[in-house]
């Protein structure tokens, strides 16, 4: 028995000044951070816990809202796996109405969805818009339509139309990464175009004529050749909806590289673009439209022939967080809101309530979207840590971890905006999360010394 307890008083000898070790460790670490001129003007926040038993090691300004940036996006995919189940699929209907009479339909194609955010996607191998229109076009075919004496309609008007987060700037939402939402997405809400430097700085930018394929909004292009070196610093501005892109900004004379806008309807992107491909496949048809604008004359039933199934949301999650897919967050947002039109506002709403009820104070969490890209949400550390050890208890851990990117030899996922670099996730038995709002210089630098500070953990 004596030696038993010999053994045991070791044992938590040792513990105890391990956890006492590895906390002077990380204070000396931040003492040092803290100090460094890049923070002159800054506020940071930091807090490392135990995963499981949520013992704080280390913390400081744990409890003061900060902008996020993209680590908000690990409360945003916890949220959804916990709501949803990390086995939920997004599904989208193909129907037609009206009757069949020898080949011809005399009605319409109508699709319809629930925000599958991949679909028309390349990131996986069953979402691409080749392989989504050929199972509409086989759809089409199996029921011996070869004239469609109607149209191809998308019914985008079961959501309301606040497709952009209120938080959002007018410089990032007519960019790729500021793509809006829809009930039907389509490419990602992106399109791309390829471009051409004049021969002089400050010379005129041409896109080459066969990038923008969508009839139904003019580029109004005011790029200007930059210095070599200077890369992309190309800019959409576009308004959900909008007929018309604006580009500003420059473009490299030594650049060779496709840029990607957000698609201002990505609804109609699509119906153009089934209507296009049947009509090349032999079945013409009266064109194409959305329900958006005439939501009085929505067409909502028909006969269904196709029903299209995303991705697990596990693996949807994967992508949003392993390449900080901002729309992939505002969809899951929108789907598991409870109002009517599935608005953002009702998203965070019910993500707010979701913690609340396990513990955690909603105002704490005071965000506007659900991918970090609004400068003005604000969350605190200590937030952030207890929705990643409570996400280490659920059976939809192992995904949820294997989403997270690894830097520095740590499962994190970052966040980097204007003067914000944040990182959240797992080291060893730890949670942690970190986050830096208005440091000078440059983003690498800092970087490098949040990198250097996270190593105290190892």
Same mark, same amino acid.
């Given at each position: 028995? @004596?030696?038993?307890?010999?053994?045991?008083?070791?044992?938590?000898?040792?513990?105890?000044?391990?956890?006492?070790?590895?906390?002077?460790?990380?204070?000396?670490?931040?003492?040092?951070?803290? /100090?460094?001129?890049?923070? /002159?003007?800054?506020?940071?926040?930091?807090?490392?816990?135990?995963?499981?038993?949520?013992?704080?090691?280390?913390?400081?300004?744990?409890?003061?809202?900060?902008?996020?940036?993209?680590?908000?996006?690990?409360?945003?995919?916890?949220?959804?796996?916990?709501? =949803?189940?990390?086995?939920?699929?997004?599904?989208?209907?193909?129907?037609?109405?009206?009757?069949?009479?020898?080949?011809?339909?005399?009605?319409? %194609?109508?699709?319809?969805?629930?925000?599958?955010?991949?679909?028309?996607?390349?990131?996986?191998?069953?979402?691409?818009? $080749?392989?989504?229109?050929? /199972?509409?076009?086989?759809?089409?075919?199996?029921?011996?339509?070869?004239?469609?004496?109607?149209?191809?309609?998308?019914?985008?008007?079961? +959501?309301?139309?606040?497709?952009?987060?209120?938080?959002?700037? +007018?410089?990032? &939402?007519?960019?790729?990464?500021?793509?809006?939402?829809?009930?039907?997405? +389509?490419?990602?809400?992106?399109?791309?175009?390829?471009?051409?430097?004049?021969?002089?700085?400050?010379?005129?930018?041409?896109?080459?004529?066969?990038?923008? @394929?969508?009839?139904?909004?003019?580029?109004?292009?005011?790029?200007?050749?930059?210095?070599?070196?200077?890369?992309?610093?190309?800019?959409?501005?576009?308004?959900?909806?909008?007929?018309?892109?604006?580009?500003?900004?420059?473009?490299?004379?030594?650049?060779?590289?496709? %840029?990607?806008?957000?698609?201002?309807?990505?609804? &109609?992107?699509?119906?153009?673009?089934?209507?296009?491909?049947? $009509?090349?496949?032999?079945?013409?048809?009266?064109?194409?439209?959305?329900?958006?604008?005439?939501?009085?004359?929505?067409?909502?039933?028909?006969?269904?022939?196709?029903?299209? @199934?995303?991705?697990?949301?596990?693996?949807?999650?994967y992508h949003f967080n392993q390449k900080s897919l901002n729309l992939y967050g505002e969809? &899951?947002?929108?789907?598991?809101?409870?109002?009517?039109?599935?608005?953002?506002?009702?998203?965070?709403?019910?993500?707010?309530?979701?913690?609340?009820?396990?513990? =955690?104070?909603?105002?704490?969490?005071?965000?506007?979207?659900?991918?970090?890209?609004?400068?003005?949400?604000?969350?605190?550390?200590?937030?952030?840590?207890?929705?990643?050890?409570?996400?280490?208890?659920?059976? +939809?851990?192992?995904?949820?971890?294997?989403?997270?990117?690894?830097?520095?030899?740590?499962?994190?996922?970052?966040?980097?905006?204007?003067?914000? =670099?944040?990182?959240?996730?797992?080291?060893?038995?730890?949670?942690?999360?970190?986050?830096?709002?208005?440091?000078?210089?440059?983003?690498?630098?800092?970087?490098?010394?949040?990198?250097?500070?996270?190593?105290?953990?190892?």
């Amino acid at each position: 028995m @004596k030696t038993i307890y010999a053994i045991f008083c070791l044992f938590l000898f040792w513990n105890i000044s391990t956890a006492q070790s590895i906390t002077d460790k990380i204070k000396a670490a931040y003492t040092t951070f803290s /100090k460094d001129t890049q923070l /002159k003007y800054a506020i940071s926040s930091f807090i490392v816990t135990d995963k499981n038993t949520g013992k704080i090691i280390f913390a400081e300004n744990e409890d003061v809202g900060l902008a996020p940036a993209s680590s908000l996006k690990t409360v945003t995919s916890a949220t959804a796996l916990g709501i =949803l189940g990390e086995s939920f699929q997004f599904t989208t209907d193909i129907l037609y109405s009206g009757v069949i009479s020898g080949g011809k339909l005399n009605g319409n %194609i109508i699709v319809k969805g629930n925000g599958d955010p991949t679909l028309g996607s390349d990131r996986y191998a069953t979402t691409s818009k $080749e392989i989504v229109l050929q /199972k509409i076009l086989t759809a089409v075919q199996s029921k011996g339509i070869n004239n469609i004496n109607g149209e191809i309609i998308v019914d985008d008007g079961v +959501w309301d139309s606040q497709s952009i987060s209120e938080g959002w700037i +007018w410089q990032d &939402m007519g960019n790729y990464f500021g793509a809006g939402t829809s009930v039907i997405c +389509w490419g990602e809400n992106e399109f791309e175009l390829r471009f051409k430097p004049a021969p002089g700085v400050g010379g005129e930018v041409q896109i080459l004529s066969n990038s923008n @394929k969508y009839p139904f909004f003019n580029i109004i292009n005011e790029l200007k050749t930059g210095v070599a070196g200077t890369g992309d610093q190309v800019y959409g501005y576009s308004s959900p909806y909008s007929s018309v892109v604006y580009l500003r900004g420059t473009y490299a004379i030594n650049l060779n590289k496709n %840029i990607r806008f957000s698609l201002p309807d990505p609804a &109609m992107a699509m119906a153009y673009e089934l209507s296009s491909m049947l $009509e090349k496949n032999g079945i013409p048809n009266k064109g194409y439209q959305t329900t958006r604008l005439s939501r009085a004359n929505s067409v909502l039933n028909g006969v269904r022939i196709l029903t299209i @199934k995303s991705p697990v949301l596990k693996d949807i999650v994967y992508h949003f967080n392993q390449k900080s897919l901002n729309l992939y967050g505002e969809q &899951m947002m929108r789907a598991i809101s409870k109002d009517e039109g599935k608005a953002i506002k009702g998203g965070i709403k019910v993500l707010q309530d979701y913690w609340q009820k396990l513990g =955690l104070d909603k105002n704490t969490l005071n965000i506007y979207d659900g991918s970090g890209l609004a400068p003005s949400n604000r969350i605190t550390t200590s937030t952030m840590v207890s929705v990643l050890r409570h996400a280490s208890r659920e059976p +939809w851990y192992v995904g949820y971890l294997n989403s997270f990117p690894l830097y520095n030899n740590m499962k994190m996922k970052s966040g980097t905006i204007g003067d914000v =670099l944040a990182y959240a996730g797992y080291h060893k038995n730890y949670c942690f999360a970190i986050i830096v709002n208005n440091y000078n210089g440059a983003t690498s630098s800092m970087r490098q010394k949040m990198f250097t500070l996270l190593n105290s953990l190892k």
